[in-house]
């Protein structure tokens, strides 16, 4: 599961605006200004300085401002607050996730892990082992391409269509010796029949949604540029 961002495109936007104004600021050079070179008196320079430094003046918000340690955190960690109560111990697992990777985005990963979730159901289902290899980590792999293989021999055909998630939430979080786990409870709606190789239903309902609920928790080591985190363990709640 990838977690892409806008990087590029922000630095260009970035640029761009600063040109703009400096553009505005600065002016641009026409043949009816005076010369570069010619002199004049200290009188006028001095003047038309002062007013070049009026007119390139910005006021910044909260200049002079400083941040105490506690404003400081609660900035910081405000994203993490909103899905974590303050103190908890799930809190400061995300915290210390935070602190080891300034980029970690709560809602980000909750985005990402709700893709992924559809992903690795979907392609299970399919039986596309190609698209499991990327998201699962070896030994998750392996059990779901062995149930693969035991569904194939046996002539089973499983008849799938996702819904879609109703509800996803971090539920636990650690980091040990820079790995970062996270587990995230999926509620989710899913039609699914499983029938045998003479199309005779065994299981499930090719016309009924069934509520889900799944217990997946996915790692990352911390100290990788790879922004991927995998899935590593499985639990159903229903």
Do not use: C
């Not at 918000?61 to 607050?81: F, H, Q, V």
């Amino acid at each position: 599961m990838e977690f892409g961002d806008l990087t590029t495109l922000i630095t260009i936007g970035i640029a761009v605006f600063i040109f703009i104004r400096l553009r505005s600021v600065l002016g641009s050079r026409t043949g009816h200004q005076n010369p570069a070179n010619k002199p004049y008196s200290k009188k006028q320079k001095k003047s038309e300085q002062n007013q070049a430094s009026n007119d390139n003046v910005v006021t910044l918000p909260n200049r002079g401002k400083s941040l105490d340690k506690d404003e400081i955190a609660s900035e910081r960690y405000s994203e993490i607050d909103l899905i974590a109560k303050v103190d908890s111990p799930l809190n400061q697992e995300l915290r210390q996730l935070k602190d080891a990777d300034d980029s970690f985005s709560p809602s980000k990963f909750l985005q990402g892990s709700k893709m992924a979730y559809e992903m690795i159901v979907t392609a299970f289902a399919d039986g596309d082992k190609k698209t499991l290899k990327n998201l699962l980590s070896r030994e998750v792999f392996e059990g779901f391409s062995s149930a693969i293989k035991q569904r194939q021999d046996e002539g089973l055909i499983i008849q799938s269509s996702f819904v879609g998630v109703d509800d996803a939430q971090i539920t636990a979080a650690e980091i040990n010796r820079k790995t970062a786990n996270i587990t995230v409870r999926f509620v989710s709606q899913i039609i699914s029949a499983t029938y045998d190789q003479d199309e005779n239903l065994i299981d499930g309902d090719a016309e009924q949604i069934t509520e889900v609920i799944d217990l997946w928790t996915f790692s990352r080591d911390m100290r990788s540029r790879d922004p991927n985190w995998k899935l590593v363990a499985t639990e159903s709640e229903s």
